[in-house]
């Protein structure tokens, strides 16, 4: 008898935790003014900015946050940051882009987790008349959404190998050795930096052999396991492309616990705190850093100049460039490039 | 016992020996090392076992619980997250709570790391308490309760952590081959190789791994035997849950850091080094040696992938084909066909 | 007549809405053989459950050596001497002979080991072997597990076990299933070995001619309510079938 009692207030306590938080969440504040497309000037200036991006985990979305919020505050409106805890998807995507959209904000910045799965969301926002923006990200066919904000993966893969090419100090007539860390076969940022990287060796630094890739599905248990092995396959390994946080982690700390710091280049991408200060203690030759703040900010202070002035951004798309992190960069800059979260 | 019994019995003693389980395992990761050399003859190097124990030592202590807990008729999907939490936890009292970053190295980190390792196997004991709460008071089955709790550990690691490694206080040399040129064990990898070893002890020697085999194997022929099955679940939970947590310092050692992304699907490595290593996961069977062997043919299958050059995905097919082979073994056993 | 042993008074139980007991009470002598009989459903198995503490009885009295008990769990049931065959044998399948039987009171070795519960294997199977030859099982030596042996061999591990470990009561649950007629033979053989050490023995049965052959009494069960408890001299075959199924009217005993 006792079991049948504590098993109903346990499932009643959750119900009405749950009660209570659905309650909470729908009473937020709402759009005062519905927004008009045209130039006629919204009348009133509370306006309400949605931010779904791709999942709350990943630092990159983090530091994100930060300038949304920062932009936000400064224009006056209304920021609803939602996306999902963890599982970047189209699946759980969607459904938190339908829930935003029932709250009828005025503009919608969105980080599409998938080109084609999020390409009815957006046609509804537009539909109700929501501006939309996409950063990081985008959605196949752009002719609805007002401009498209993303780091240059491309660019950032270039830059790291002028990076590596710098610190193995390439000369003409040599043949080094280097490889690539990856997360993923096939993100879409992974695939860019990579290109990126090969065709400017290619291109540049023809000396340069990319011997070997590995994957390490965001684990950097995994990819310190990669250089583990790279380094008893290959002894003369001369550099080591890690193509985002988790593995520039894991990488570093692989060549750490083998003493080889400083003996082969290690250039990472994304600016996590830990890996930032790793620059002044020679691990990491450099780190290759994007602005998500700066995305954020652009793409809600683009927005809000249309909704209240109705003027359209003079570049439909735009592009930040990314920023080399390395023994050269002063402190400030550091500082200003780290990821930060709250 | 009658002279003309005693050939029988040397026959039925090499046939016990050659059919065991361990030496047909054995003879698997020999077959695997063998291979993987001719392949790429580094390979077959005292850093590539360097390589390969440092990447078992994290995931053995994991299998090790899990051993149990699948004998005793359960299964534990938790200890992936717990093992993320606990390096997290660990590393977060480490810098945050006691002010030790990464700047402290060497000897000098050794204090705040005996603190943190203690925080580390606390937090997993804490989470295998939690999972034993569920299992025996709530009387969810294993497989829901410990998926519920796994999905909760890594997302309270992802909110400690705010998604990002937290560093801390390290001796990398803790995680390296002592003498890289002929001792591949690190002083993390010796004292994994004694808690494992300890608890094989445990688990085949004590009254309290007869009665983690019995429940397993007749939890109600357990239960008329006097033993109190709730209790001795707990205490297997609990200790899976501390293995769990010490896997996640381990992890924390190789990496300087606790990292929230570590756990993620590292049960399955477990469970998949217990299944291979012979157990049921009906329970009532299963022994630690070939769990610790188990574990071992899947480090040297992914370091020798590696090492040749192969592309990882060829991992998972090797790994099912393993499964798939121990799970066939299993079923033809004599002991399993007299049913 | 010996003194009164066990003895369960007006005892009920219900799972859910099913009544499996319903005011049932029975009585054991030490040096006695009490059959149990009933027809499927007649509530046997859950009096069992009752008698030896692996169920608790929703209502009614269970008195051991005139003093009134209750079994919270099956280890107390155990520790005050009563051991219970169950149907189905209660053996694990995956131990060996000699942890079977010393299952739940293994032997531990001397000092700190044996403090950390560290077994003594050896003894275990030199004393299982030498109890189990005592109460007149054989069983061969071997560190197989016990699902290689026969079905006829495990149930004799069971009965041996329970007929070791007895002090003062034997309940065999069943004991004849899937033996062949000669392996019945030991097994009643067995019954009334225990019968002349002064144990009590409940016995039941649905093989009528066994329990006629061996019991000194038989109590017989319809719908959870005991219909019949008399010597069994005072049965045939006949009769006892009848009072089984029920074309017997019989007077309800009174309690006593």
Not at chain 2, 118 to 145: H, Q, S
Not at chain 3, 121 to 134: P, Q
Not at chain 3, 162 to 187: C, F, S, Y
Request: with cysteine.
């Amino acid at each position: 008898m006792k079991k049948n009692y504590f098993k109903k207030a346990v499932a009643l306590a959750g119900a009405a935790a749950f009660a209570i938080g659905l309650a909470g969440c729908a009473a937020e504040e709402e759009a005062v003014v519905a927004p008009t497309t045209g130039d006629t000037a919204v009348v009133a200036e509370d306006l309400t900015i949605a931010f779904v991006m791709g999942a709350e985990s990943d630092p990159f979305f983090q530091a994100m946050k930060l300038g949304a919020e920062e932009e936000a505050a400064a224009q006056g409106v209304t920021l609803i940051w939602q996306g999902d805890p963890s599982n970047y998807s189209p699946e759980t995507q969607i459904p938190i882009v339908d829930a935003v959209l029932a709250q009828q904000p005025d503009g919608l910045v969105l980080i599409p987790t998938d080109p084609t799965a999020l390409q009815a969301s957006v046609a509804k926002a537009v539909a109700a008349g929501i501006a939309v923006a996409n950063v990081d990200t985008r959605v196949g066919d752009l002719s609805d959404v007002l401009t498209f904000i993303t780091g240059d993966n491309e660019d950032g893969g270039a830059k790291a190998a002028e990076a590596i090419a710098n610190a193995i100090g390439y000369a003409d007539g040599e043949t080094y050795e280097v490889v690539i860390g990856l997360t993923s076969a096939t993100a879409t940022t992974n695939v860019a930096r990579k290109e990126g990287f090969e065709a400017t060796i290619a291109a540049n630094y023809p000396g340069i052999n990319i011997v070997d890739v590995a994957y390490s599905e965001s684990n950097p248990e995994k990819a310190a396991t990669n250089v583990n092995n790279w380094l008893t396959k290959y002894p003369d390994l001369d550099g080591i492309f890690a193509i985002d946080g988790t593995n520039a982690s894991g990488a570093a700390a692989a060549l750490e616990s083998k003493g080889l710091v400083g003996q082969v280049a290690l250039v990472g991408y994304d600016a996590y705190p830990d890996n930032v200060a790793k620059i002044e203690a020679g691990i990491f030759t450099a780190l290759i850093a994007q602005d998500p703040a700066a995305e954020a900010r652009l793409a809600i202070q683009t927005l809000v100049d249309y909704l209240r002035n109705g003027t359209a951004p003079a570049n439909a798309e735009v592009v930040i460039p990314n920023v080399t992190l390395d023994a050269n960069t002063s402190a400030a800059d550091l500082v200003k490039y780290t990821y930060v979260a709250n | 016992m009658s002279s003309s019994q005693q050939p029988n019995l040397r026959l039925e003693r090499f046939k016990a020996v050659a059919g065991n389980q361990n030496s047909i395992l054995l003879s698997v990761l020999i077959a695997l090392a063998i291979v993987f050399t001719l392949a790429e003859p580094k390979f077959f190097s005292v850093a590539t076992a360097g390589n390969i124990l440092t990447d078992w030592g994290s995931i053995v202590l994991l299998a090790a619980g899990q051993t149990l807990v699948i004998i005793s008729g359960g299964i534990d999907l938790s200890v992936g997250g717990t093992l993320a939490i606990s390096g997290v936890t660990s590393a977060w009292v480490m810098s945050t709570v006691l002010g030790f970053d990464i700047t402290t190295s060497g000897s000098d980190a050794y204090p705040p790391l005996l603190v943190g390792g203690l925080v580390a196997i606390g937090t997993g004991l804490l989470v295998g308490l939690v999972n034993a709460i569920l299992i025996t008071k709530l009387r969810i089955v294993p497989f829901v309760a410990t998926l519920s709790t796994m999905g909760a550990t890594l997302g309270f690691a992802i909110i400690i952590s705010n998604g990002m490694p937290i560093g801390g206080p390290n001796d990398f040399s803790l995680i390296s081959p002592i003498n890289p040129t002929w001792m591949p064990l690190s002083w993390a990898v010796i004292g994994v190789i004694i808690v494992v070893t300890a608890v094989g002890l445990f688990l085949h020697k004590s009254r309290f791994g007869l009665h983690t085999y019995a429940i397993g194997s007749n939890s109600f022929a357990a239960r008329a035997a006097g033993i109190n099955v709730e209790r001795h679940l707990t205490k297997v939970y609990a200790l899976a849950g501390a293995l769990a947590g010490l896997a996640g310092f381990y992890v924390y050692l190789r990496l300087g850091a606790g990292s929230p992304s570590s756990g993620v699907m590292r049960e399955l490595d477990a469970i998949a080094a217990v299944v291979i290593g012979g157990a049921s996961l009906m329970g009532g069977i299963g022994r630690m040696m070939g769990t610790i062997i188990g574990a071992l043919i899947l480090f040297t299958v992914q370091s020798g992938l590696i090492m040749a050059g192969v592309a990882p995905d060829w991992k998972k097919v090797v790994v099912a084909v393993l499964i798939a082979a121990a799970v066939a073994a299993q079923t033809l056993r004599p002991q399993n066909r007299a049913r | 007549m010996k003194e009164v042993i066990y003895e369960v008074k007006g005892v009920s139980k219900r799972y859910g809405s099913v009544v499996a007991l319903d005011g049932a009470s029975l009585k054991l002598h030490a040096g006695e053989v009490v059959g149990l009989v009933g027809d499927n459903g007649a509530g046997k198995s859950t009096l069992v459950k009752v008698l030896s503490g692996a169920h608790m009885p929703d209502g009614g009295q269970i008195e051991l050596d005139g003093k009134q008990v209750s079994w919270s769990s099956p280890r107390e049931a155990l520790n005050a001497g009563i051991e219970t065959l169950y149907q189905d044998s209660g053996l694990a399948p995956h131990l060996t002979v000699s942890k079977n039987v010393f299952l739940g009171r293994e032997i531990t070795k001397r000092g700190l080991l044996g403090k950390l519960g560290f077994l003594d294997s050896k003894a275990m199977e030199e004393k299982a072997h030498s109890e189990l030859e005592r109460v007149g099982i054989a069983v061969p030596a071997s560190n197989r597990s016990v699902s290689q042996l026969s079905g006829g061999q495990r149930q004799a591990v069971a009965i041996g076990r329970a007929v070791a470990w007895a002090r003062k009561v034997i309940i065999l649950d069943e004991p004849t299933n899937h033996l062949g007629a000669r392996q019945a033979g030991e097994v009643l053989q067995v019954i009334k070995e225990a019968k002349k050490k002064g144990l009590g023995v409940i016995f039941i049965s649905h093989t009528l001619p066994h329990v006629l052959e061996v019991t000194d009494r038989i109590v017989v069960l319809r719908l959870g309510k005991v219909v019949r408890d008399a010597p069994t001299s005072e049965f045939t075959g006949d009769t006892l079938v009848g009072t089984i199924t029920g074309t017997i009217q019989t007077i309800p005993e009174e309690d006593a």
